[in-house]
């Protein structure tokens, strides 16, 4: 499979004071297969690291980590550009289990 789309819940976020952008590091569990992953996400526009916790992603699980500053991001946390540029997530319209996978 070339990209492993899963389904995650954010269980923590923060400020990402090192990034060059403004950005939320993001830890997301995907389940017991998978487990807990770190993100870098550039999605202040729209979401403070509060209103985060609890909420399902989808995120792409196969990729290699990044190094991104000091922080090694281990999964990409999806989203699409609003007509102001800004980030909105990509999420499902329910509740599904963390690591359920993209059809």
């Given at each position: ?54 909420r399902l992603v989808v995120g792409v699980v ?42």
């Open positions: 499979m070339r990209v492993d789309l899963r389904v995650g819940r954010v269980v923590a976020a923060e400020p990402f004071a090192a990034a060059r952008r403004p950005a939320l590091v993001l830890h997301v569990d995907f389940g017991p297969d998978i487990g807990l992953r770190k993100s870098s996400a550039q999605i202040t526009g729209h979401y403070t690291p509060e209103a985060l916790i609890g196969n990729f290699p980590p990044k190094q991104i500053g000091p922080l090694m991001s281990e999964c990409l946390i999806t989203g699409f550009h609003d007509a102001d540029g800004a980030v909105r997530l990509c999420v499902p319209d329910g509740d599904v289990a963390p690591g359920t996978r993209l059809l």
